[in-house]
């Protein structure tokens, strides 16, 4: 079984930063393909945030985030990064890390991902 914990989630005010932490654990060898990060707001839909793949590196962004996240991984301590700067208000969602071995056409389809987080809320106040 493969776990994924997150953290680092707060309360910032809009232009502040952030930067959330999903650490991976699993009872057997897990190959990863991709990570990625979602987040969903109350009432929408989870949409996609950021994706990177974990052999390579190459890395896909929404569109709004582009220039102000970035996401990163470390190796050796199985953890995935989410370094979250320039915050507006609209960030505000609970965010959730994901995890897939497949080898996927899309990293940033929902249904791409085979295991999640539990999410961590991040807040942004105007």
């Known amino acids: 079984q493969v776990q994924l914990v997150e953290s680092g989630g707060g309360l910032v005010q809009a232009g502040g930063s952030l930067r959330l932490s999903c650490a991976t654990s699993?009872?057997?060898?897990?190959?990863?393909?991709?990570m990625g990060w979602f987040r969903q707001a109350p009432g929408k839909e989870r949409e996609f945030v950021a994706a990177?793949?974990?052999?390579?590196?190459?890395?896909d962004y929404l569109d709004s985030v582009k220039g102000r996240f970035t996401i990163s991984k470390d190796d050796r301590k199985n953890t995935l990064y989410l370094q979250m700067n320039s915050l507006k208000p609209e960030d505000t969602a609970l965010y959730y890390c994901?995890?897939?071995?497949?080898?996927?056409?899309?990293?940033?389809?929902?249904?791409?991902?085979?295991?999640w987080g539990q999410g961590t809320q991040v807040t942004v106040s105007s």
């Open positions: 699993s009872g057997r060898t897990f190959s990863r393909y991709a």
């Open positions: 994901a995890a897939t071995g497949r080898r996927v056409n899309s990293r940033v389809l929902v249904t791409a991902y085979d295991y």
């Open positions: 990177i793949s974990w052999v390579g590196g190459s890395t």
